[in-house]
């Protein structure tokens, strides 16, 4: 069976630090790779999403960049974090017509 | 572009009783898939209900059921029996069909929904 793996779950960080958060998917191959942001309280907002290796799409302007150097691995990032940044960040993975499937998600404060 | 719309920010139920959460959509395409997700507080997103928008059929799964308008571009959820772990954060989600969509989902803001005992 599929799973998606996200870490770390919780992090804290400096205004102005840099930042890695990662994402992979076992038991299945060539998935497309979605990145979310979640505000407290509100709707998920799709930022990054892949459908290969090197492939990635943007769909809002932001401080953030992700990458996805293998099959399975997606990797959100920035260099210097701003307190907008905080929030819940959720890593999925899918397939064209059918539904996604999220990972655990990780909290990121920004003091 | 896709709009999805959840009217009701908060929803309660007594335990044992039935709810309905409200969504409309939309969207210029003729084929696309609608989704109902749940966030517990645990805030992971499970998948609870998915409905093809050319199928007439109304999708169920258990004690979920749907309601599926397409002219209306109406997709509400109905909860029967609701149980306290129903209590919930629940998103409706569209994706349109097809390649060129990638997969992406649209989300609405969600319903909170608390189930009293």
């Known amino acids: 069976s599929q799973t998606i793996h996200q870490w770390p779950a919780t992090l804290v960080q400096p205004v102005g630090s840099p930042l890695s958060l990662e994402c992979t998917v076992e038991g299945t191959s060539n998935p497309n790779l979605y990145w979310y942001r979640q505000a407290a309280g509100r709707g998920l907002q799709l930022l990054f999403y892949?459908?290969?290796?090197?492939?990635i799409s943007s769909e809002v302007p932001q401080n953030l960049s992700a990458s996805r150097p293998q099959d399975r691995q997606f990797i959100l990032s920035s260099k210097k974090l701003l307190l907008s940044d905080s929030g819940f960040y959720l890593c999925?993975?899918?397939?064209?017509?059918?539904?996604?499937?999220f990972g655990d998600g990780t909290r990121l404060s920004i003091l | 572009a896709q709009t999805v719309t959840q009217s009701q920010p908060e929803m309660s139920v007594q335990e044992a009783e039935t709810v309905t959460l409200s969504c409309t959509y939309d969207?210029?395409?003729?084929?696309?898939?609608l989704f109902w997700y749940k966030q517990p507080p645990s805030r992971q997103m499970i998948l609870v209900i998915r409905?093809?928008?050319?199928?007439?059929q109304n999708a169920t799964e258990n004690r979920f059921s749907v309601n599926f308008q397409k002219a209306a571009k109406s997709f509400s959820l109905k909860i029967s029996d609701s149980q306290l772990g129903d209590t919930a954060m629940y998103f409706c989600a569209s994706m349109d069909a097809g390649g060129t969509s990638y997969g992406k989902l649209t989300f609405g803001q969600g319903t909170i929904l608390t189930v009293h005992p």
């Open positions: 969207t210029s395409e003729n084929n696309y898939y």
């Open positions: 892949s459908v290969g290796i090197g492939q």
């Open positions: 999925a993975w899918g397939r064209y017509n059918q539904p996604q499937h």
């Open positions: 409905q093809e928008a050319y199928k007439q």
